[in-house]
């Protein structure tokens, strides 16, 4: 049995956790100090008692495991404090406010939470026969007929699981649209400021990727825009309102130059937050939209998931958007999973997922969708863009906004490390940040702005939170604008100290050593 309650060693001290005064065991307070799991327990420890493994034949034929492979054991109370100990450990939207430019970290209200945990949603499986789930088919069009009018487009596909995987739900979609038409086209045109993904999905589906520069504004420079326009181009895909959190306003004009190209518009609506209930895409000439659920409808994300993604797609796009989905004939809901002659999906590219989408998503956007009403999603909106300009303009005169003199901005607040000294940047501020308790912004995107800082601080921030946000980047930005060499060290107060983020990434430790294996390798 293995007592040792933390992992703690004799060597351990309180260097590891960087606190300024050692203390005996390493831990400062009640933050106490964790070690990993395989430093924690050893190979004989175990949790449960297990009956004696029964002599019996192995079919593996040779493939059966012929050592340990030195999984830590732990008891259960172990385990629980382990895991707890690491939680404690953890930044979240639910401990403080989180700037995060691009994700929109939302906070998320209790009441999805228990929507979703509803029997008749969380328990139900894919494959029961569609008269058992009614309520749940009944959500999901309820779900697209919001995100509809919401958008002010045709049609509503609800099966991608993220923004990702929207916006390849919808270039596959306008791929099939121009195969239709017989005119194979080989370039997509994405600003220079897109998000990643957008270039990455469409390399993925085949197309040549050709960046669109933006103008002194921040916005795409539409001239240059209208003269790359030709036969070859399938598609732009533009992000409104757009990363560098500004609306583009020349969104019309776009779709209207690159339509009478013969190409299509699709939309990165993952910034929707900034414009429900004041801009309806659809209006602007938009194709195809993705929208993150969990960005612009709550419900948490982080870390990779989970998400949901649905494309709302315009009359031209309708035939084209993928299987399955959910179609009301009365009081009933039926599930159309096969290409139809009606006007919706008969030339359907296929399936995206093998069934309907993130329920669990949809449940809590639609609890968040109907618990604000059309008036509160409009007031989110608007609170969300007077948050981040309160951010803008309380910081305009310590941190340089590129686009700050092109006036408000959208939801996400935008600066660079211009004037920072002494070899200080961005990512310093942004361990800085971390010792005044906050998670960083987004840090170099868009790539665009040289020390990129994107902040985006949600709509539910009081005052007192902004204010005091404002005063923690204003000391440190002060520091990075001195010259002030400590920041180097920051974080000095986190559970550990900066590490070597590329040393981290190229040589990652993946492969437990026992000790004496980890001895004679130094
Ligand atoms: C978040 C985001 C995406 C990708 O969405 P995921 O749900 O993470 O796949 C794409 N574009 C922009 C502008 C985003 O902010």
New binding site residues.
């Given amino acids: 049995m293995n007592v040792n309650p933390s992992g703690w060693r004799p060597d351990m001290g309180a260097s590891e956790g960087g606190g300024e005064t050692e203390t005996f065991t390493g831990n400062r307070a009640l933050m106490l100090e964790e070690s990993l799991i395989f430093e924690l327990g050893d190979t004989g420890t175990t949790g449960v008692d297990l009956e004696p493994k029964p002599s019996a034949a192995t079919r593996l034929g040779g493939l059966e495991r012929n050592r340990p492979i030195g999984l830590a054991g732990l008891t259960e109370p172990q385990t629980v404090r382990h895991y707890t100990r690491l939680s404690r450990q953890n930044y979240a939207i639910d401990l403080g406010l989180f700037p995060l430019g691009?994700?929109t970290m939302k906070h998320n209200p209790r009441l999805n939470e228990k929507v979703a945990r509803m029997p008749g949603f969380a328990d139900i499986h894919p494959l029961q026969p569609t008269d058992t789930v009614q309520g749940a088919l009944a959500l999901i069009e309820m779900l697209g007929e919001w995100l509809i009018k919401l958008t002010g487009m045709h049609s509503v596909a609800m099966s991608p699981k993220?923004?990702?995987?929207g916006?390849l739900c919808g270039l596959l979609a306008i791929r099939a649209a121009l195969e239709a038409r017989g005119d194979a086209r080989e370039v997509v045109l994405v600003p220079e400021s897109?998000?990643g993904?957008?270039p990455a999905t469409a390399a993925f589906v085949g197309y040549r990727v050709e960046n669109i520069p933006a103008n002194e504004r921040g916005r795409v420079d539409l001239d240059a825009l209208k003269s790359r326009l030709g036969p070859d181009v399938a598609a732009v895909m533009i992000?409104n309102p757009n990363?560098c959190g500004l609306f583009e306003p020349d969104m019309a004009a776009i779709s209207e130059a690159v339509h009478a190209a013969g190409g299509l518009v699709y939309c990165?609506g993952?910034?929707f937050n900034a414009i429900v209930g004041r801009v309806r895409p659809g209006d602007l000439g938009i194709d195809a939209m993705h929208i993150?659920l969990?960005?612009t409808f709550s419900t948490p994300h982080g870390g990779g998931g989970p998400?949901s993604?649905p494309v709302v797609f315009s009359e031209a796009l309708t035939p084209f958007a993928p299987l399955p989905f959910v179609e009301r004939q009365g009081d009933q809901f039926t599930l159309v999973e096969e290409e139809s002659a009606g006007e919706h999906h008969g030339q359907s590219f296929g399936r995206m997922t093998a069934f309907h989408g993130q329920m669990g998503m949809f449940t809590r956007a639609m609890a968040y969708i109907l618990s604000h009403g059309a008036d509160g999603l409009r007031q989110v909106s608007e609170d969300a863009v007077l948050n981040a300009n309160y951010i803008l303009r309380s910081l305009e005169d310590v941190l340089d906004a590129p686009f700050g003199a092109s006036g408000p901005c959208m939801h996400e607040a935008l600066f660079s490390d211009k004037g920072f000294r002494d070899g200080l940047g961005t990512l310093d501020l942004a361990k800085g940040l971390i010792d005044e308790g906050f998670h960083p912004m987004t840090m170099y995107f868009p790539l665009v702005v040289h020390g990129a800082m994107l902040i985006e601080p949600t709509e539910t921030e009081s005052k007192a939170a902004l204010d005091q946000f404002i005063g923690a980047l204003r000391s440190v930005a002060e520091r990075a604008k001195a010259g002030d060499q400590s920041l180097k060290a920051a974080p000095v107060h986190a559970p550990r100290r900066r590490l070597d983020e590329t040393l981290a990434a190229r040589k990652p430790v993946l492969v437990y050593k026992e000790p004496e294996q980890a001895e004679a390798a130094e």
């Avoid at 993220?162 to 995987?165: C, I, K, L, P, S």
């Fill in positions: 691009s994700c993220a923004g990702a995987h916006e897109a998000h993904t957008n992000t990363t990165d993952a910034n993150n969990h960005k998400g993604g």
